[in-house]
């Protein structure tokens, strides 16, 4: 696991908010843990995409997986939704601040 990679608690946490997977069949090479904290390493970078270390799997299918999940909404729902729970359970100050 590198600095910055998810830690086992968020991982329990952030991983029944993902979809379920569509295709039956063998068992993914690379697992989706390894692609996420690959999408959050180049992230948190800006560094190319073909620059992503390879203990995060191949670049392009992390760099597929980011895409489809932004173009379908998903970043957007596990965003909401774990903003939603930290609210409920009083985790954020919702100050407005206006600059004259």
Do not use: C, N
Not at 43 to 70: H, I, K, M, S, V
Not at 85 to 99: H, M, N, P, Q, R
Request: charged fraction near 30%; avoid cysteine; proline fraction near 8%.
């Amino acid at each position: 696991m590198g600095r910055g990679d998810l830690t086992h608690g968020q991982w329990v946490r952030l991983e029944p908010l993902l979809p379920t997977g569509k295709k039956p069949g063998r068992p993914p090479t690379w697992t989706r843990r390894q692609l996420i904290d690959g999408i959050r390493w180049r992230t948190r970078t800006g560094a190319p995409w073909r620059d992503l270390p390879e203990r995060y799997g191949p670049w392009d299918r992390a760099y597929d997986l980011f895409r489809r999940w932004q173009r379908d909404g998903t970043w957007k729902r596990i965003f909401e939704q774990l903003q939603a729970e930290a609210d409920a359970k009083g985790l954020i100050t919702w100050d407005v601040s206006v600059d004259s």
